[in-house]
């Protein structure tokens, strides 16, 4: 099935110019396959336990499951938990 030339002319008109000359796009703009650059690798591996420890932080405070079983006490030492728990370890040192 093909669609009619009134149809594709309807449908390719640029919304700023008025011109039928237009390269299809996506939600207005040109795709592009690279969505995230090696620095977001960089920092996620960098940063992965900071990024775990602000999401589970996020989760107690919004979305926790067991929140009405908790008290405030409770909320507040697993919070000093979390931030304790994601500190970055210091890494051995070998002499040989």
Not at 16 to 41: M, P, V, Y
Not at 54 to 72: E, I, S, V
Request: one cysteine or more.
């Amino acid at each position: 099935m093909n669609a009619a030339s009134k149809e594709l002319k309807k449908l390719t008109k640029c919304p700023l110019c008025g011109k039928h000359n237009t390269e299809k796009t996506f939600l207005g703009t040109s795709i592009d396959i690279r969505i995230r650059g090696g620095d977001w690798r960089e920092y996620k591996k960098k940063n992965a336990a900071a990024l775990q420890r602000d999401m589970a932080l996020h989760q107690l405070q919004n979305n926790d499951p067991y929140g009405y079983m908790r008290t405030d006490s409770d909320k507040a030492d697993l919070a000093d938990k979390l931030r304790a728990g994601s500190k970055e370890k210091p890494k051995p040192t070998y002499f040989v």
